[in-house]
C-alpha cells in the first residue's frame, strides 16, 4: 500500500482543538473506529497516535477495529455515530473516495458525513 493516502481523523485532533476545549474534552473515552482489521497499517498508526492523545488530553481513546468489505463497514460504522467528537474514523482512500466511485449505493457520503482533520500520506 505504498503511496496510499491514509485519512487520519486522530492526529489533527490534539492540533485542532483549541486551548479552551482541551479543557472540557474529552470528558468520557473517546472511541476511534479503524476501517481495517488489527494489524493492517492504519491499525498501526492509530496505535502509535492514540497514546499520545491520551497523554495530551487525559481520556482513553479506545480503538475499535471494524475491518471488512475494503474499509466499507468501517466507515458506514463512523458515518452513523452520532457527531459529538467522542467517535473518531480512521479510514482509507480506497474505501472513502474510492468507493463512492465503484459502488452504486453506499450508506454514506464522505463529503458530508466526515469532517476531514488530518491526512497521512504513506
Known amino acids: 500500500m505504498r503511496g496510499t493516502v491514509i485519512v487520519l481523523g486522530l492526529l489533527g485532533l490534539v492540533w485542532?482543538?483549541?486551548?479552551?476545549?482541551?479543557?472540557?474534552?474529552?470528558?468520557?473515552?473517546?472511541r476511534v473506529i479503524v476501517a481495517q482489521s488489527a494489524g493492517a497499517?492504519?491499525?498501526t498508526i492509530a496505535r502509535i497516535v492514540?497514546?499520545?492523545?491520551?497523554?495530551?488530553?487525559?481520556q482513553q481513546f479506545v480503538i475499535d477495529n471494524r475491518g471488512?468489505?475494503?474499509?466499507?463497514?468501517g466507515?458506514?460504522?463512523g458515518a452513523r455515530a452520532t457527531s459529538d467528537g467522542y467517535t473518531l474514523t480512521v479510514g482509507g482512500?480506497?474505501?472513502?473516495?474510492i468507493s463512492s466511485f465503484t459502488y452504486k449505493k453506499l450508506a454514506f457520503d464522505t463529503?458530508?458525513?466526515?469532517?476531514?482533520?488530518?491526512h497521512i500520506n504513506q
Request: proline share 6%; hydrophobic share 45%; glycine share 10%.
Open 16 to 30: 485542532q482543538i483549541g486551548a479552551a476545549l482541551a479543557q472540557t474534552y474529552p470528558t468520557k473515552p473517546v
Open 41 to 43: 497499517n492504519m491499525d
Open 50 to 58: 492514540t497514546p499520545k492523545m491520551s497523554d495530551a488530553l487525559g
Open 68 to 73: 471488512g468489505a475494503g474499509g466499507i463497514i
Open 75 to 77: 466507515i458506514e460504522l
Open 93 to 97: 482512500a480506497s474505501s472513502m473516495v
Open 111 to 118: 463529503l458530508k458525513d466526515f469532517e476531514l482533520l488530518a
